[in-house]
């Protein structure tokens, strides 16, 4: 059983940055696909970026393209969300994911953390 922890959210000025943590513990995350979602009050539940891990190919959600970034550390088995030029529409609680996926979609992922809030404001 894979377990996932988030860390890094927290309170940031808009055009800040922000690099969100995934660690697992129960797997390897190399082996999974990885997830970020987001699910801001009120809406649902978005695919904000999303890696294969069989051909590392990355889809990422139109409202965050050239802004985050994902990365994988596997001697800390850890995987990193970067999230340059901040705006308040990304205000959200996000979750990391891993599982096997191909469409970016929340029921694909089997493997989820707690979440951790991020909020854009001045």
């Known amino acids: 059983q894979v377990q996932l922890v988030e860390s890094g959210g927290g309170l940031v000025q808009p055009g800040g940055s922000l690099r969100l943590s995934c660690a697992a513990s129960g797997g390897t995350l190399a082996y999974y696909d990885i997830g970020w979602f987001r699910q801001a009050p009120g809406k649902d539940r978005e695919g904000v970026l999303c890696e294969r891990s069989r051909d590392g190919r990355t889809y990422y959600a139109d409202s965050v393209k050239g802004r985050f970034s994902i990365s994988r550390d596997r001697a800390k088995n850890t995987v990193y969300l970067q999230m340059n030029s901040l705006k308040p529409e990304d205000t959200a609680e996000y979750y990391c994911?891993?599982?096997?996926?191909?469409?970016?979609?929340?029921?694909?992922?089997?493997?989820w953390g707690q979440g951790t809030q991020v909020t854009v404001s001045s």
């Open positions: 994911a891993a599982g096997r996926s191909d469409y970016c979609d929340a029921y694909e992922y089997d493997y």
